[in-house]
């Protein structure tokens, strides 16, 4: 059991680990390496709200979960607008995967990010 929480919480401080297995998996099963960054994506997307929370709150001693929900649900809702705005007509799937992808890329430049302050703080500490 202790060792499927330290794999869940390596996945979750370090998510390019998931990411790396899934594409893996995905890129031996399916053959397309387009369709396996996809798939890789989508399932780490999922793993760094948490990693971007938890991240956060290790750099700046703060909870930000419900901060980064809303933010997502704000950005969803612009999203869908401005699609509703451009085609009158929503393709709910094609939405949802553009909705999904913009979290992906965000997540990682935050998490990227928060983990680039973490380090620069902790060697200013280290220093001084």
């Not at 890129?27 to 991240?55: H, M, P």
């Not at 401005?82 to 094609?94: A, F, G, H, T």
């Amino acid at each position: 059991m202790n060792d499927i929480i330290n794999l869940i919480s390596a996945f979750i401080l370090i998510p390019a680990i998931l990411f790396i297995f899934t594409f893996a998996v995905a890129k031996y099963a399916l053959k397309k390496r387009k369709k396996s960054i996809g798939i890789a994506a989508d399932i780490t997307t999922f793993l760094l709200f948490f990693s971007v929370s938890i991240v956060f709150n290790i750099v700046f001693d703060k909870e930000i979960g419900f901060l980064i929900i809303i933010i997502a649900i704000l950005i969803a809702t612009l999203l869908t607008i401005l699609e509703w705005r451009s085609k009158k007509e929503i393709e709910v799937q094609s939405l949802l995967r553009k909705i999904w992808r913009l979290f992906f890329i965000l997540l990682c430049v935050t998490y990227a990010l928060l983990w680039l302050i973490g380090v620069i703080r902790y060697v200013l500490k280290y220093i001084s």
